[in-house]
């Protein structure tokens, strides 16, 4: 069969009327159902693709899926199956754009506008997880955008067809990459199964786009879109568009997260989360009242001189306060060195306190990055110990993992000291170092692997005759340096 259709040819009893649009997959026709009438999209996929059996198999089973779904924002689809040794897909006729196209015409949308289209297109998307659907290829151009009673309308197609990539060598490879990269996410580029977080983090960047104007990673070639999607961190709304609040930079981040425990857990948390963002309120996955557990973050901002600032999850103030599980890699089953909006998301609201390094200050001590991890025994009000947990962080002294105990004392002089909680029973080895009273600086091998602020100063979860005790507690999540 010819990899083009011509006009007035009949296909699996569909008469081809128009070429609507042709691509990686395949080509869409605008044809004509010969048994009812009514016009329909018919999707063509190319002979390559309908050769590969593994392929094959997979689209008739989801589209048989996708076809029972009945929801308001899902291009329902008529038919599917195989003709002449082509598969092919019969969708609901849209008269409409694409969202792709909505974007190039109009550029950025404001937010009620972008969240209105979102919040359809996440609730086609659940509706579908719901099914075992993971639809895979969420973008601009897979989400039909049509206005009617000067309402816009959303629609979700396609579900189902973006293939699977079983290693970042096949980008290169002569079969290459079906579908875009642009909004792809890192457990699908490094060949890890998938499932309906893969779709949050598509739909983030989608969400980006619409507030943006421009696609979270724009890069030079394919490649190198690859290493962004796989290390690059997620990039700030508010540095293109200033005017939307800050808390949308959270937002984006937890859904374009690297690894998909670290995103939403649903299509719909991302836009509850966003719609709270832009109303200046917290979100949370679980209601506070039934919120029990006290998260603290570091976050500075830039104007930040000196000063530890964390965030603390809480529920009612009138409630007893109670100290959650803690283990060496989680916290009430949640596991350590997540982002600041994922705690927020998973343990609801949030306060602000500050918490002291020193007094009087030593200059350089204060955090520039918001990615900390955290370890505490807490109640409702404190948290004990705020560590990094990137290999990146440093101190605005210059401080940080794989910095060496020399350049420790030259950046805060006669402030450091050996900590009493971080020597072996035979004091022959120090595992620690103080600045001042309140930040511990966690050492192997001579080398600092992890700076930790104490509030409070008490010990995580050990006896004060354990003098190795929390040292061993920190170093036994933090991964050693690597120079």
């Known amino acids: ?90 969708m609901a006729y849209v008269e409409g754009s694409d969202l792709r196209d909505l974007l190039r015409r109009d550029g950025p949308l404001d937010p009620t506008r972008t969240l209105n289209l979102i919040a359809q297109v996440a609730a086609a998307l659940d509706t579908a997880h719901a099914a075992g659907l993971v639809h895979r290829d969420v973008k601009p151009a897979n989400i039909l955008v049509t206005t009617a009673a000067d309402a816009e309308h959303a629609y979700v197609c396609d579900f189902g067809l973006a293939r699977h990539v079983s290693s970042v060598s096949s980008l290169t490879g002569d079969r290459g990459f079906v579908g875009t990269l642009d909004y792809v996410p890192p457990e699908q580029i490094a060949g890890r199964s998938i499932d309906r977080r893969a779709d949050v983090y598509s739909l983030g960047c989608v969400l980006y786009e619409c507030l943006t104007g421009e696609r979270p990673f724009e890069r030079e070639s394919e490649l190198a879109l690859v290493y962004a999607h796989l290390n690059d961190a997620p990039p700030r709304v508010t540095n293109l568009s200033p005017e939307l609040p800050e808390t949308l930079d959270d937002v984006v981040a937890a859904a374009l997260a690297k690894e998909p425990d670290e995103r939403y857990e649903s299509c719909g948390d991302l836009v509850a989360a966003a719609r709270a963002a832009l109303a200046g309120k917290p979100f949370g996955r679980r209601s506070r009242s039934r919120t029990r557990a006290i998260v603290a973050i570091v976050a500075i901002a830039a104007a930040a001189a000196v000063g530890i600032a964390g965030y603390v999850s809480i529920r009612d103030e009138t409630s007893a306060a109670g100290a959650p599980a803690i283990t060496q890699t989680s916290i009430a089953g949640v596991e350590l060195g997540r982002l600041k909006a994922f705690y927020q998301q998973r343990f609801g609201g949030y306060k602000e306190l500050v918490l002291t390094e020193w007094d009087p200050p030593i200059p350089g001590l204060s955090f520039g990055q918001p990615q900390l991890a955290v370890y505490f025994r807490a109640n409702a009000e404190r948290a004990d110990i705020i560590t990094t ?60 692997i992890s700076a930790v602020g104490l509030y409070r100063g008490s010990l995580p979860n050990t006896r004060r005759s354990d003098r190795q005790g929390w040292a061993n507690f920190v170093t036994a999540v933090e991964t050693p340096c690597k120079i």
């Open 1 to 90: 069969m010819q990899s083009v259709v011509g006009t007035g040819s009949v296909l699996a009893g569909f008469r081809v009327e128009s070429l609507i649009g042709q691509g990686a997959m395949g080509a869409v026709y605008l044809a004509e159902d010969t048994a009812t009438g009514r016009p329909v999209a018919l999707k063509l996929l190319t002979p390559e693709l309908s050769e590969d059996e593994r392929f094959r198999q997979r689209f008739l089973r989801e589209a048989e899926i996708a076809g029972s779904l009945d929801h308001p924002h899902i291009v329902p689809i008529l038919s599917f199956g195989e003709e002449e040794h082509r598969l092919f897909l019969a």
């Open 389 to 448: 947990w990137n290999r990146r962080h440093r101190t605005t002294a210059g401080i940080g993992p794989c910095s060496t105990i020399q350049e420790l004392k030259r950046a805060y002089g006669g402030a450091v000291h050996p900590s009493p909680h971080g020597m072996s029973p035979d004091k022959k080895t120090v595992h620690a170092y103080v600045v001042g009273s309140n930040l511990i600086f966690v050492t192997q091998d001579q080398r600092t």
